[in-house]
C-alpha cells in the first residue's frame, strides 16, 4: 500500500466515524454547519497535501473550541491520525538515535558518568520515530484541549519523542503524560500544573520556566534536564532520576523528592523549604545558598556536596551522609544530625547553634572549632565544646 493509498484508508474510515454522528443526531440548522465543518476536517486529514491536512487539522481545533459537543470527537480523530501515523511501519516519520545513558542510573547505589563526555558517548543505537509536521501539530492541538474530558495519553505518544519546535508556553494542566518519552524536548514555559508525567522520559529536556506545581513525576528521568526559574512546589518526584540536571532557582517548596537521584545536580539557590528528601542521592549535588528549612534528608546521601551558606534551619539530616561535604557558612540552627556522617566535612563557619549533634560519625574537634555553636548545641561525645560558643555570640 503506497503512502498515498494509506491516507485514503484513513481518510475513509474518518468520514465513517461522522456519518454514525450524523445519524445519532437530531440536527439542528446550526447543528447541521457544525457537522459539514466536523466533516470536511476529517475529509482534509485523509489528503495526500501536507497543507491541507494542516488546514484540517486547525478546522478541527477551532470546532473543538467553539463546541464543547464536538471536544471529544475532534480528540479522538486527532488521537486516531496520531497513532495510524506513529505506528512502527508507517512510511511517515523520522527515525532517530535514543540517548539512553541514563536508562540505568536508578539504582541503590550512584552510578553516574565521571563527565558529560561520558554521558554524551555512552549511547544505545536505539531508534524512535520523530513526528512529521502534521502529527506535530495534531499533537500541539490535543495539548490545548487537554481538560478532564480530554487526556494527552489519548495520543499515544509512546512512539516518539514530542518536539515543540520553537513552540513555547505550551499549556498541559492536569494533562496526563505517563510513560511517554519526551528527550530533549523543549517545554520552556510550559504550564503542567498537576500533570500526571510518571514514568516519563524528560532526558535533556527544557523546562525552563516551567511550572509543575503538584504534578506526578513519580521516577520520570530527568538527568541532565534543565529545570532553571520551574515551579515546582508540592510536585512528587518520588524515586525521579535528576542527574545533572540545572534545577538553579527552582521552586521546590513541599516537594516529595523520597528516593530521588540528584547526583551531580545544580540546586544553587533553589528553594526546598519542607521537601522530603528522605533517602535521596546528592552525591556531589551544588546546593550553594539553597532554602532548606524545614527540609526532611533523613538517610540523605550528600556526599561530597557544596552546601555552602545554605539554609537548613530545623531540617532533619537524621542519619545523612555528608562526608567530604562543602559546608562553608551553612545555617543548621537547630537541624538535627543525629547519627550523621561528617567525615572530611569543611564546617568553617558552619552555624551549629540549638544543632542536634549526638552520635554525629567522623566528627573531629577541628571541624567544630571553627564552626559556630552556642550552649544549646548538643556535641557528641568525645567532642570538647569550643569556649567561643556562647550565647551572647
Not at 123 to 128: H, N, R, Y
Request: glycine content about 8%.
Amino acid at each position: 500500500m503506497t503512502p498515498g493509498q494509506g491516507g485514503l484508508t484513513s481518510g475513509a474510515a474518518l468520514l465513517a466515524m461522522a456519518g454514525t454522528l450524523r445519524r445519532k443526531m437530531d440536527l439542528t440548522r446550526e447543528q447541521r454547519e457544525i457537522l459539514v465543518r466536523y466533516t470536511a476536517g476529517i475529509g482534509q486529514l485523509g489528503s495526500d497535501a501536507l497543507d491541507v491536512r494542516l488546514d484540517g487539522i486547525h478546522a478541527l481545533q477551532s470546532l473543538a473550541a467553539e463546541s464543547k459537543t464536538y471536544l471529544r470527537p475532534v480528540a479522538e480523530v486527532l488521537s486516531a491520525f496520531v497513532r495510524e501515523r506513529t505506528v512502527p511501519d508507517h512510511p511517515h516519520g523520522a527515525l532517530r538515535p535514543w540517548d539512553t545513558w541514563s536508562a540505568s542510573g536508578r539504582s541503590t547505589d550512584l552510578e553516574l558518568p565521571a563527565s558529560a563526555d561520558q554521558a554524551t558517548a555512552d549511547t544505545s543505537s536505539d531508534l524512535v520515530r520523530i513526528p512529521d509536521t502534521d502529527v506535530q501539530a495534531a499533537l500541539t492541538v490535543l495539548g490545548r484541549l487537554s481538560s478532564d474530558e480530554v487526556s494527552m495519553a489519548e495520543a499515544a505518544l509512546r512512539y516518539f519523542f514530542l518536539e515543540k519546535e520553537g513552540r513555547t508556553e505550551a499549556w498541559l494542566e492536569e494533562a496526563n503524560l505517563t510513560d511517554i518519552w519526551l528527550s530533549r524536548a523543549d517545554l520552556t514555559g510550559a504550564r503542567l500544573d498537576g500533570a500526571n508525567l510518571a514514568g516519563t522520559r524528560l532526558v535533556w529536556a527544557n523546562l525552563t520556566r516551567a511550572r509543575l506545581a503538584e504534578a506526578n513525576l513519580t521516577e520520570a528521568k530527568l538527568d541532565r534536564a534543565n529545570l532553571a526559574d520551574a515551579w515546582l512546589a508540592g510536585a512528587n518526584l518520588t524515586g525521579a532520576c535528576l542527574g545533572y540536571a540545572n534545577l538553579t532557582d527552582a521552586r521546590l517548596d513541599g516537594a516529595n523528592l523520597a528516593g530521588a537521584c540528584l547526583g551531580y545536580a545544580n540546586l544553587t539557590d533553589a528553594r526546598l523549604a519542607d521537601a522530603n528528601l528522605t533517602e535521596a542521592q546528592l552525591d556531589r549535588a551544588n546546593l550553594a545558598d539553597a532554602w532548606l528549612a524545614d527540609a526532611n534528608l533523613t538517610d540523605a546521601r550528600l556526599d561530597g556536596a557544596n552546601l555552602t551558606g545554605a539554609w537548613l534551619w530545623k531540617a532533619n539530616l537524621t542519619g545523612a551522609r555528608l562526608d567530604g561535604a562543602n559546608l562553608t557558612g551553612v545555617k543548621l540552627w537547630k537541624a538535627n544530625l543525629t547519627s550523621a556522617r561528617l567525615d572530611g566535612a569543611n564546617l568553617t563557619d558552619a552555624w551549629l547553634k540549638g544543632a542536634n549533634l549526638t552520635g554525629v560519625k567522623g566528627l573531629t574537634q577541628e571541624q567544630v572549632d571553627v564552626a559556630r555553636g552556642d550552649e544549646q548545641t548538643v556535641l557528641p561525645e568525645g567532642i570538647t565544646r569550643p569556649v567561643s560558643w556562647t550565647e551572647s555570640e
